[in-house]
């Protein structure tokens, strides 16, 4: 790797200790408002360039919706998974003005991996994204993939920092949080919102936040995990 002093595993160890990771005040959650602006201090091109080529360790291919052809792959590197695919809008989990049986037709109120408290996680105010759940066709968590994982998530020019945080269908991949979309620029109407490609997603391997609701601690992982996977040549 060619990052001086600095390895991704080594950062790994620092940022899962509390002294490694700034207060909440060094990030400020988004809230049910207007689209937040990019929280890269990564260039999204950077990351981009860094998934242009595919390594595919999933078995077969995902839908992106159901009844789709099976197109999308998922892709590994030694330190990160990533896979290029729509993003649908999880409004899943604790009920709020945005998300709720009345917004979402499909609203469920569970969500996989709980806040720190034991309540579901608030899908309108955290940015998370959605993998799928285990199968023959890949198992996230063979490969580093839990609960609580930081990821990039990247759209026309906009990083958003997340975390692992729900899982879907066993055959469909594409889907994040309406906090997510929010902070990307997409709609985040779960009715009719989200977007119908070029959403690129990469869960880092193995480095989680503890406690998953807390979206300062994945933006300042974040930052330092892209940097260095996007140095990574």
Not at 40 to 48: I, K, N, R, Y
Not at 111 to 130: E, H, K, W
Not at 179 to 196: K, N, V
């Amino acid at each position: 790797m060619r990052v001086p002093s600095l390895t991704l595993a080594a950062a790994g160890a620092a940022l899962l200790t509390p002294a490694a990771l700034p207060g909440p005040a060094a990030a400020v959650p988004p809230r049910e408002g207007p689209p937040a602006r990019s929280e890269g201090a990564v260039v999204a091109a950077d990351l981009l360039t860094r998934v242009g080529a595919c390594h595919q360790i999933s078995r077969g291919r995902y839908r992106t919706d159901a009844g789709r052809p099976r197109t999308v792959r998922v892709c590994g590197t030694r330190d990160a998974v990533f896979w290029k695919a729509d993003l649908d809008i999880d409004c899943d989990g604790q009920v709020t003005a945005r998300c709720n049986p009345r917004t979402d037709p499909g609203f469920a109120a569970a969500t996989a991996f709980p806040q720190s408290d034991g309540r579901d996680l608030n899908a309108a105010s955290l940015p998370y994204i959605v993998v799928p759940a285990p199968s023959r066709t890949w198992n996230p968590r063979d490969f580093g993939v839990r609960g609580g994982c930081v990821a990039a998530v990247v759209y026309r020019g906009r990083v958003q920092y997340a975390v692992v945080g729900d899982t879907g269908p066993r055959d469909v991949i594409g889907e994040a949080s309406y906090a997510t979309a929010r902070g990307l620029g997409i709609s985040a109407d779960p009715r009719d919102g989200g977007a119908p490609s070029g959403v690129t997603y990469i869960v880092f391997k193995d480095f989680r936040v503890h406690p998953i609701e807390e979206h300062a601690a994945a933006v300042a992982a974040g930052q330092r995990l892209a940097r260095l996977f996007a140095a990574d040549r």
